[in-house]
């Protein structure tokens, strides 16, 4: 082990201590121990920073503490998929306490920009970026019916056999899909980035990315999904550095589940799937 890599590895600890909590919150669903590890994590990050074995700007303790904070938000509340008004408005203001909370901190108390969403680049989509997005629609035709109905998991989303209730799973599920890359790419991947090497901060907020879906009802063989889906969109915010894109890639993908989800509630109705 180099000197260097010695020096960051509690640096590393840290952080994934921190980013541990999210299976321990989501898909343990034991409250004390992801309190237990994000305590840990940030007492890791605070005492590596006193011994000055780090820069003091910016700050790991800071950053860590920002990802812990939104991370308790969204736990504070069940995360299963209801579509009722008072369920609609919990997971309005939780998801979007995640989200504003770090922010408004890191901007107005912290006094720097560690978190923002860059929608647009001004740059042109090109040939590939087109064609990622109808990559994206025919893995998710061909893929996506099979797994929320084989493994049965689409019964982790309520019914839905009315207009009203297709309504209200079509704002749900889009509205879910554009805080994902809120939280997790532009404040969890972000915060990440500015301590660690892109591949591995990457790593990192997969972690916490896949733990909140599993929960939400990506389960069974879910994360042979979500897992590569959670790498891929941040190689792509790193390759575009446009949340625009990265959002587009995302709504797409949950039309496809939002499509598989009334299909496989109101068998017949959506006849356009191969299961």
Same mark, same amino acid.
Request: aromatic share 14%; glycine share 8%; with cysteine.
């Given at each position: 082990?180099?000197?260097?890599?010695?020096?960051r590895?509690? #640096?590393?600890?840290?952080?994934?201590l921190?980013?541990?909590?999210?299976?321990? *919150?989501?898909? &343990?669903?034991?409250s $004390?121990?992801?309190?237990?590890?994000?305590a840990?994590?940030?007492a890791? &990050?605070?005492l590596?920073?006193?011994?000055?074995?780090?820069?003091?700007?910016?700050?790991?303790? =800071?950053?860590?503490?920002?990802?812990?904070?939104?991370?308790?938000?969204?736990?504070?509340?069940?995360?299963?998929?209801?579509? !009722?008004n008072?369920?609609?408005? =919990? *997971?309005?203001? #939780?998801?979007?306490?995640?989200?504003?909370?770090?922010?408004?901190?890191?901007?107005?108390?912290?006094? !720097?920009?560690?978190?923002?969403?860059?929608?647009?680049?001004?740059?042109?989509?090109?040939?590939?970026?087109?064609? $990622?997005?109808?990559?994206?629609l025919?893995?998710?035709?061909?893929?996506?019916?099979?797994y929320?109905?084989?493994?049965?998991?689409?019964?982790? $989303?309520?019914?839905?056999?009315?207009?009203e209730?297709?309504a209200?799973?079509?704002?749900?599920?889009?509205?879910?899909?554009?805080? !994902?890359?809120? *939280?997790?790419?532009?404040?969890?991947?972000?915060?990440?980035r500015?301590?660690?090497?892109?591949?591995?901060?990457n790593?990192?907020?997969?972690?916490?990315?896949?733990?909140?879906?599993?929960?939400?009802?990506?389960?069974?063989?879910?994360p042979?999904?979500?897992?590569?889906?959670?790498?891929?969109?941040?190689?792509?915010f790193?390759?575009?550095?446009?949340?625009?894109?990265?959002?587009?890639?995302?709504?797409?993908?949950?039309a496809?589940?939002?499509?598989?989800?009334?299909?496989a509630?109101?068998p017949?109705?959506?006849?356009?799937?191969?299961?």
């Open positions: 082990m180099t000197a260097a890599t010695a020096a590895a509690p #640096a590393v600890a840290s952080a994934a921190v980013c541990l909590a999210a299976p321990a *919150f989501f898909v &343990a669903e034991v $004390w121990l992801g309190w237990l590890l994000l840990a994590g940030l890791v &990050a605070w590596h920073e006193r011994r000055g074995a780090v820069a003091s700007a910016p700050s790991l303790t =800071r950053d860590l503490s920002l990802i812990a904070l939104g991370m308790l938000i969204v736990s504070a509340i069940p995360l299963a998929a209801e579509l !009722d008072l369920a609609m408005l =919990r *997971f309005t203001l #939780a998801l979007g306490g995640a989200v504003v909370v770090p922010y408004a901190i890191s901007r107005f108390v912290f006094r !720097d920009r560690a978190i923002s969403f860059p929608w647009r680049t001004h740059r042109r989509w090109g040939w590939l970026h087109w064609g $990622w997005l109808i990559a994206v025919v893995l998710g035709w061909l893929i996506l019916p099979f929320f109905i084989t493994s049965g998991v689409y019964q982790n $989303w309520p019914v839905v056999d009315s207009g209730l297709i209200r799973l079509f704002v749900g599920v889009g509205a879910v899909g554009i805080w !994902d890359e809120l *939280f997790f790419i532009c404040t969890v991947f972000a915060l990440l500015r301590h660690f090497p892109d591949a591995l901060a790593v990192l907020q997969m972690i916490v990315f896949v733990s909140f879906l599993w929960e939400l009802g990506y389960r069974a063989w879910g042979v999904l979500t897992i590569p889906f959670a790498l891929l969109q941040g190689y792509i790193l390759r575009t550095h446009s949340l625009a894109y990265v959002v587009t890639v995302h709504l797409l993908f949950d496809v589940v939002f499509a598989v989800l009334v299909h509630h109101n017949g109705l959506l006849p356009i799937f191969l299961v």
